[in-house]
C-alpha cells in the first residue's frame, strides 16, 4: 500500500427504525457531504484501487455516495470495522493494501479518528496538525497517508466537508 485514506461515513439519523445501531441510515447532509468529500479527494488525485467499507448501514450508504467518484475502486464490505478501533483498522488496510496502491477505509469513530492521531505523530506531522485532529475528525472527514517502503506514514492531506459554520 502507498497511500491510506481514511473516511468517516456521513451524518447518520440519530436512531435506526430497528432500533439497532448498525442499522442507522445517513441524514439527507451526510449523503451530501460523502458525496462532496469524495469529489475533493478525486479532483485532488487520490483513487483509490480498494476500498474497505463498514459493513454497517450508514458507511455502506457513505460508499454509495462516493463511487460515483472513485469509478476504479472494488469495494469490500467488512463486517469487522464496524466500530473497529485503530489497530484493527490499520491491520486490515496493510492486509488489503498488500496487493494494491491504494486503499480507501470508510469507517467510524473513535477509530478512524485515533488512527489518524497515530499516524500523524509516526509521520512526525505538526504538533498543531496532530492536536487538531485529535480533537475533531467530523462526519464525511478523510485523512490521507502515504507510505515509504519501509511503511512508514507521511501526512498528505486532511479534509473536512464544508459545513458554512
Known amino acids: 500500500m502507498d497511500r491510506l485514506i481514511l473516511f468517516r461515513h456521513g451524518k447518520a439519523e440519530a436512531e ?10 445517513l441524514a439527507p447532509r451526510g449523503g451530501e457531504e460523502s458525496g462532496e468529500t469524495a469529489a475533493k479527494l478525486a479532483d485532488l488525485g487520490f483513487q483509490p ?6 459493513a ?8 454509495a455516495a462516493a463511487e460515483p467518484h472513485f469509478p476504479k475502486a472494488r469495494a469490500i464490505f467488512d463486517a469487522d470495522l464496524y466500530h473497529a478501533d485503530s489497530e484493527a483498522v490499520r491491520h486490515a488496510a496493510a492486509k488489503a493494501g498488500a496487493m494494491v496502491g491504494t486503499v ?13 492521531a497515530r499516524l500523524l505523530t509516526e509521520g ?6 496532530i492536536a487538531r485532529a485529535s480533537r ?4 464525511a472527514a478523510a485523512a490521507v497517508f ?3 517502503g519501509e511503511g512508514r506514514p507521511a501526512f498528505d492531506g486532511l479534509f473536512f466537508p464544508d459545513r458554512g459554520d
Not at 56 to 63: G, Q, S
Not at 136 to 139: A, L
Open 49 to 54: 484501487d480498494l476500498a474497505l467499507v463498514s
Open 136 to 139: 475533531q475528525f467530523p462526519t
Open 104 to 116: 480507501l477505509v470508510i469507517g467510524h469513530n473513535p477509530g478512524l479518528q485515533e488512527l489518524t
Open 124 to 129: 512526525s506531522a505538526p504538533p498543531s496538525l
Open 16 to 25: 435506526s427504525a430497528s432500533g439497532d445501531d448498525f442499522d442507522r441510515r
Open 146 to 148: 502515504l507510505f515509504d
Open 56 to 63: 454497517a448501514v450508514r458507511t455502506r450508504e457513505t460508499w
